[in-house]
Nanobody, 120 residues
Framework: QVQLVESGGGLVQPGGSLRLSCAAS????????IGWFRQAPGKERERVSC????????NYADSVKGRFTIARDNAKNTVYLQMNSLKPEDTAVYYC?????????????WGKGTLVTVSS
């Protein structure tokens, strides 16, 4: 069974930092593009960041560029999202997802999400 499990969410003050983890089982993340998505209250799910398989390139939504960093640890079969300078607008459920094509396109597998709340 393919499983992606997010962790690391919680309550943080504006300007603070969190590191989210996405641990995979049933697949090897080396062979997939991995994306982080989020869904804020009352809003559609949006892509935050993605790391491709082919060349390891990364991309970020304009709203998080310069603040968030995606990274892969193949030995741990885990992908991270380092979030710095957090804003209340970053409050959302964050999901990791895997694209077997490897190009940060349509995602084939999804985690259940972890809640990030940015509030003073």
């Amino acid at each position: 069974q393919v499983q992606l499990v997010e962790s690391g969410g919680g309550l943080v003050q504006p300007g603070g930092s969190l590191r989210l983890s996405c641990a995979a089982s049933g697949l090897t993340l080396d062979y997939y593009a991995i994306g982080w998505f989020r869904q804020a209250p009352g809003k559609e799910r949006e892509r935050v960041s993605c790391i491709s398989m082919s060349d390891g390139s990364t991309n970020y939504a304009d709203s998080v560029k310069g603040r968030f960093t995606i990274a892969r640890d193949n030995a741990k079969n885990t992908v991270y999202l380092q979030m710095n300078s957090l804003k209340p607008e970053d409050t959302a459920v964050y999901y990791c997802a895997a694209d077997e094509v490897g190009l940060c396109g349509i995602m084939d597998y999804w985690g259940k999400g972890t809640l990030v709340t940015v509030s003073s």
